[in-house]
Structure formats: structure tokens, C-alpha cells
């Protein structure tokens, strides 16, 4: 079994910005993919960046990209998402994920683990 805490979620103004953390335990030897999904009030789960296990690989959605970035530590099985330039529209629970394939994916389903969601709301 696999669990993931995530940490850094919080209150900041449109422009600021937040780092998200993700730490993965009882999977120290493994080789996986990670990714981050958020969910905003009354919408569907939206897919936001996932990473392959070596961290070449990086997939982003378009509402994302170029703000966000992804990346992680191995070494302490801990993934990041940096969130800069934040909007009021980037508000939601995100949700840190784990899948047992070293390739990265946008769906989901792909994931096999699931963080618990943290908070992050940007005020304008």
C-alpha cells in the first residue's frame, strides 16, 4: 500500500504564487509516475502535470503551462508542483497521484494512488 501526503496548499493573492509538495510512502524502491489533478467546486477532476519516474518526461495542461511546473526528488520520493503567476481560476483541491508505470499520463484513471487534496484558493 502506498500512501501520499501532500502539503503547501493555502490562501495567496492573484500573481503569487505556492509550492505544492507530495510525499510518497511504502514505495521507496519503486519506479513510478506521479501526477497532480485539482478539482474545483461543482467541476470534474481536471488533469494539471504528471512526471515520469527519471524527471525528463513532463506533461502539462494548457491552463497550466508556462505558470506550473513539476518536478521531484527521488531521493526523498517527494513530487513538487510550483504554481507562479496563480489566478483566481486556478482555485480547486489538488490532488497529488501515484501510478505503478514509470511513464507519465493525463487520465485519471491511470492512478493508482491518491493523495488527500489540499487547498489552494487565489484571491483577487
Known amino acids: 500500500q502506498v500512501s501520499l501526503v501532500e502539503s503547501g496548499g493555502g490562501l495567496v493573492q492573484a500573481g503569487g504564487s505556492l509550492r505544492l509538495s507530495c510525499a510518497a510512502s511504502?514505495?521507496?524502491?519503486?519506479?513510478?509516475?506521479m501526477g497532480w489533478f485539482r478539482q474545483a467546486p461543482g467541476k470534474e477532476r481536471e488533469f494539471v502535470a504528471a512526471?515520469?519516474?527519471?524527471?525528463?518526461?513532463?506533461l502539462y495542461s494548457d491552463s497550466v503551462k508556462g505558470r506550473f511546473t513539476i518536478f521531484r526528488d527521488n531521493a526523498k520520493n517527494t513530487v513538487y508542483l510550483q504554481m507562479n503567476s496563480l489566478k483566481p481560476e486556478d482555485t480547486a483541491v489538488y490532488y497529488c497521484?501515484?501510478?505503478?508505470?514509470?511513464?507519465?499520463?493525463?487520465?485519471?484513471?491511470?492512478?493508482?494512488?491518491w493523495g488527500q487534496g489540499t487547498q489552494v484558493t487565489v484571491s483577487s
Open positions: 497521484a501515484f501510478r505503478w508505470s514509470r511513464v507519465a499520463t493525463t487520465t485519471y484513471d491511470t492512478y493508482d494512488y
Open positions: 512526471i515520469n519516474w527519471s524527471g525528463l518526461s513532463t
Open positions: 511504502g514505495a521507496t524502491a519503486s519506479s513510478y509516475a
